[in-house]
């Protein structure tokens, strides 16, 4: 049973540039949110889809968007690149309505530099 | 604001020795705990949550916690560190609905273990 997987691990950009980040959940969830780690802090929550609408919206400004597909799988876009947006970007998954029962899953994240 | 607060920001043990890692959280309502560890490399892995209940919660790899609501902590515990205990370890409070989880992560706390 393949848990959360994101691609790719590690990605070079330069400011101005946008990236696309991408994820696909345990199987059998159905939920897909996203967080934010830069270097030294803790994750922060940058949004949430489900049912391919984005659900929950963190602190974070339109040039992050995301998208999610048929089959739960989501991806997380970056326009206009900031050197602050270096990060390692990790996705989660878990099932919706069953949070009291389930547990959320994290990947292993991507690691994004913007140089 | 919610918010968690881990005052250690690196921790270091012998082997064998007990563990407690601090959180504090601020939330106006009931919260839903968690503790993760983050091995380098690595994603999130959760070790233990509170919802409801008995306040010691019992979680993997020998960790527990107790969820103190006069003190507005969780703490984190471990009677005898093992050299594999090595990462960094976040604090984690819901605002949690019902429906899915949306999550505010401390700092972190890195935890060394002396050979």
């Known amino acids: 049973d393949a848990g959360v997987t994101q691609s790719p691990t590690h990605l070079i950009k330069t400011r101005g540039q946008q990236v696309t980040l991408r994820c696909s959940p345990k199987?059998?969830?159905?939920?897909v949110s996203w967080y934010q780690q830069a270097l030294g802090q803790g994750p922060q929550f940058i949004f949430q889809?489900?049912?391919?609408?984005?659900?929950q919206r963190g602190n974070f400004p339109d040039r992050f968007s995301g998208h999610q597909f048929p089959n739960y799988s989501s991806e997380l876009n970056v326009n206009a690149l900031l050197l602050g947006d270096s990060a390692l970007y990790l996705c989660?998954?878990?099932?919706?309505?069953?949070?009291?029962?389930?547990?959320?899953?994290f990947g292993p994240g991507t690691r994004l530099t913007v140089l | 604001a919610q918010s968690v607060t881990q005052p250690d920001i690196h921790i270091t043990v012998s082997e064998g020795a007990s563990l407690e890692l601090r959180c504090n959280y601020s939330?106006?309502?009931?919260?839903?705990l968690f503790w993760y560890v983050q091995s380098p490399g690595q994603g999130l892995q959760l070790l233990l949550k509170?919802?409801?209940?008995?306040?010691l919660v019992q979680g993997i790899k020998g960790f527990e916690a107790e969820f103190k609501r006069s003190q507005s902590s969780f703490n984190l515990r471990k009677p005898s560190v093992h050299w594999s205990d090595a990462a960094e370890y976040f604090c984690?409070?819901?605002?949690?609905?019902?429906?899915?989880?949306?999550?505010?992560f401390g700092s972190g706390t890195r935890l060394l273990v002396r050979p």
């Open positions: 984690a409070v819901g605002p949690l609905m019902d429906s899915s989880y949306k999550l505010i």
């Open positions: 939330y106006g309502a009931t919260p839903y």
């Open positions: 989660a998954s878990s099932l919706w309505g069953q949070t009291s029962l389930d547990t959320q899953y």
């Open positions: 199987s059998g969830h159905d939920t």
């Open positions: 889809y489900y049912e391919e609408e984005e659900r």
């Open positions: 509170y919802f409801s209940g008995d306040t």
